[in-house]
């Protein structure tokens, strides 16, 4: 199953910098898994924001919900997802679901 999913970070202002970036470390790792192991084909940073549009498969709601609640950066990320259905006129480019 394939979703949208659009992550606005932020980060309270007075958090100190060791802090966010000891988050920001942990982030990379466990997003790198994920992108790794195929749970999140897609990574985009949105241009002048800091945010992203990722395209995330997983096998259920449920596996959706404990890839983003496990984020290290979750508690600061304003999160929308979107369920993704494939579109009848899209040209199969031999990607798996993408
Ligand atoms: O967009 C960000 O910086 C937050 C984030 C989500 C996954 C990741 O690697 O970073």
Redesign the pocket.
């Known amino acids: 199953m394939l979703f949208l999913a659009e ?1 606005e ?1 932020r980060l309270p202002p007075d958090m100190p910098a060791e802090h966010a970036d000891e988050l ?1 470390a942990r ?2 790792e ?3 898994a994920a992108q790794r192991d195929g749970r999140w084909p897609h ?1 985009w ?1 949105v241009a002048g924001r ?3 549009v ?1 395209v995330l498969d997983v096998g259920s709601i449920d596996e959706l919900h404990e890839l983003l609640s496990g ?1 290290p ?1 979750f508690p600061y ?1 304003d999160i929308r997802v979107t369920p993704l259905a494939r579109h009848p006129n899209a040209i199969d480019r031999g990607e798996s679901d993408v």
Do not use: D, T
């Open positions: 992550m970070v920001k982030e990379r466990y997003s790198q990574l940073r800091y945010a992203n990722s984020l950066l990320l």
